[in-house]
C-alpha cells in the first residue's frame, strides 16, 4: 500500500526521496521511518501534539456510526464533487483522515489513483490503512510541512480537521482542487441542548476562508442536510467520535441520551466548499 504513495513522498528531515525498505520508508541521507505491521507508517520527530489524536475509543465510535451508513450522503457528496473538479493527474490526499471513510470513497470514483492519509491517531490509520487498497496511511501532524513532494496533489480533500493553508497551497498541482468539509450552524442542533454538547463556532465558514487566505479561488459551495433517527447506542457512539467526547462526564452523558425519546429525530447539516488552486 505504502509502495504506491511513495513516490509522492518527501523525507520530512531533509526532503529527499523516499524508498521502501524491509520494514522502514527510508531516504538517500538514511533517515528511516517505521512501517508497523498494520501497514502505517510513522514520520512523525520531535515532538507532536499528540493530545489532539483521536483514542482508540473515539476511533471506534467512528468506525461504527460512519460503518452505519449515517452519513453515506455527504460521503457521496464529497466523492461526487471530488471526482468531478479532478484535474487527472497527481494522488489524492486527505489531511486528517481518521480512518479513512472519506478517502477510500474518493479514490473508488479515481481508479487507479494513489491516496495519502495523514492523521496525528495511530488508532485511526490502523483502519484507514487498511480501508482502500490504494491508500498509503501515514501518521503526521497536520500543522507541520507535509511529508509530500511540492505540487504532487491533484484533490485534497479536508474533512471536520484542521486547516493548514500554506500546505495545501504548496502540495496541490496547478489546476488542482481543495475540498473543506465543517459541520453546519444547525448541525445536531436538536441534541446540542439536552446533551451539552460542544456547539458549532456560527463564524465557520469565515475561518475557512481566512485559513486558505488569498492562495485560493472558491469553486463551489453545497449545503447538505442529513435527517437522522437514532437510537441511543446511536447518538452514543455519534457523540463519542466527536469532540465533546474529550468534555463530557460519561456516567452524566449516558443519563441524558437514556432520557432522550427513541428514536431521536436529528439534522445532521454539513458545508462542504471546494477551491481551485491560484
Request: charge should be neutral; charged fraction near 20%; hydrophobic fraction near 45%.
Amino acid at each position: 500500500m505504502l509502495a504506491d504513495v511513495v513516490p509522492y513522498l518527501r523525507c520530512p528531515l531533509c526532503a529527499g526521496d523516499l524508498a521502501v525498505a524491509g520494514a522502514a520508508l527510508r531516504c538517500s541521507e538514511g533517515h528511516a521511518f517505521d512501517i508497523a505491521r498494520q501497514g502505517y507508517a510513522n514520520l512523525l520527530t520531535g515532538k507532536a501534539h499528540l493530545g489532539t489524536a483521536d483514542t482508540p475509543e473515539m476511533v471506534a465510535a467512528r468506525a461504527d456510526f460512519l460503518g452505519g451508513g449515517h452519513f453515506a450522503p455527504l460521503t457521496e457528496l464529497i466523492a461526487e464533487r471530488a471526482a468531478a473538479l479532478d484535474p487527472g493527474e497527481g494522488c489524492v490526499l486527505d489531511a486528517g483522515a481518521g480512518t479513512g471513510h472519506y478517502l477510500a470513497a474518493v479514490l473508488d470514483r479515481l481508479p487507479g489513483r494513489p491516496g495519502i492519509a495523514l492523521d496525528i491517531s495511530k488508532h485511526a490509520l490502523r483502519r484507514a490503512a487498511k480501508a482502500h487498497p490504494r491508500i498509503g496511511a501515514l501518521v503526521w501532524d497536520v500543522w507541520r510541512p507535509f511529508p509530500v513532494r511540492t505540487g504532487t496533489v491533484s484533490v485534497l480533500i479536508d474533512v471536520f480537521a484542521p486547516r493548514n493553508g500554506a500546505e495545501f497551497h504548496r502540495v496541490l498541482r496547478p489546476g488542482g482542487t481543495l475540498i473543506v468539509v465543517t459541520p453546519a450552524a444547525h448541525h445536531l442542533g436538536e441534541v446540542i441542548g439536552p446533551l451539552g454538547l460542544i456547539s458549532v463556532d456560527e463564524r465557520k465558514a469565515d475561518r475557512v476562508s481566512d485559513s486558505v487566505g488569498e492562495r485560493f479561488a472558491p469553486a463551489g459551495t453545497w449545503a447538505l442536510e442529513v435527517p437522522l433517527s437514532l437510537t441511543h447506542a446511536e447518538v452514543r457512539s455519534l457523540v463519542a467520535m466527536g469532540p465533546s467526547a474529550r468534555h463530557a462526564d460519561p456516567g452524566a452523558l449516558r443519563a441524558a441520551i437514556d432520557a432522550l425519546p427513541q428514536p431521536i429525530k436529528v439534522t445532521a447539516a454539513f458545508e462542504v466548499r471546494a477551491f481551485g488552486v491560484l
